[in-house]
């Protein structure tokens, strides 16, 4: 079975500056291989390149220079108009400011990515609510996220993730805000998607707390990775 992800050579560099442009190079020459069912942590100081790699791996923002292919895709030559038909089919993201629509209820948050996705009203509501459930939060489903506490949005943003049922899930310091208490009850919602699901899930964080719960552990600084660690499990 092919990987998920196979990133060879991946950089990224911008160029800023006021007066002329200066070449910051956020990604360096990174190598990376995601497989399915694995659970991939990716830590490192804030800073480090962490979150221009996500979204590099999640066609979020083209790279500068190496391959990616996302289940064999050449993303380097996909057009960018094509690039939504992509995200759509196989990746999920999960952001660090969970991004939910302060209008709508948890619920409704949900409903939303089935709806976009044509599933027929009644099958979708019924799915939105067992999803929400499942992350425990059925008793807060009419809440808006004005109304939810840290951990509960980073559950109804785990929820829609699910919703989605992309093969890949993408999480940008998830726990990075929460108690250890909450930490520990959305790594193992994460770890439950890759085990159970057999969702490849990639995320970048830098709770140490969390290490025992990946398959594999890279460390990321200064826009390189410079090791990485099997788990035993």
């Not at 929820?159 to 108690?179: F, H, K, M, W, Y």
């Amino acid at each position: 079975m092919e990987p998920a992800i196979v990133a060879c050579g991946l950089t990224k560099v911008y160029k800023e500056g006021p007066v002329g442009p200066v070449e910051v190079h956020a990604v360096g020459g990174v190598d990376i291989t995601v497989n399915e069912g694995e659970l991939i942590g990716l830590f490192g100081p804030s800073g480090s390149g962490k979150t221009t790699l996500l979204s590099m791996l999640g066609c979020i923002l083209r790279p500068t220079g190496g391959s990616l292919e996302v289940f064999g895709n050449d993303v380097i030559a996909i057009p960018e108009d094509e690039m939504p038909w992509i995200r759509k089919r196989y990746i999920s993201f999960i952001f660090q400011g969970f991004n939910l629509f302060p209008a709508l209820t948890a619920f409704e948050n949900v409903m939303l990515v089935l709806e976009l996705r044509k599933v027929p009203p009644d099958d979708a509501a019924r799915r939105a609510e067992q999803l929400i459930a499942e992350v425990g939060l059925a008793e807060r489903s009419s809440f808006l996220p004005r109304d939810l506490s840290g951990g509960q949005k980073q559950r109804v943003a785990i929820a829609r993730a699910l919703a989605a049922d992309s093969p890949i899930i993408i999480a940008d310091e998830p726990t990075g805000n929460l108690d250890h208490s909450n930490g520990v009850h959305i790594m193992r919602l994460l770890r439950a998607l890759a085990s159970d699901r057999r969702k490849s899930v990639i995320v970048a964080t830098h709770d140490s707390r969390t290490q025992g719960m990946f398959d594999r552990i890279l460390f990321m600084e200064d826009g390189e990775i410079f090791g990485q660690k099997e788990m035993v499990k």
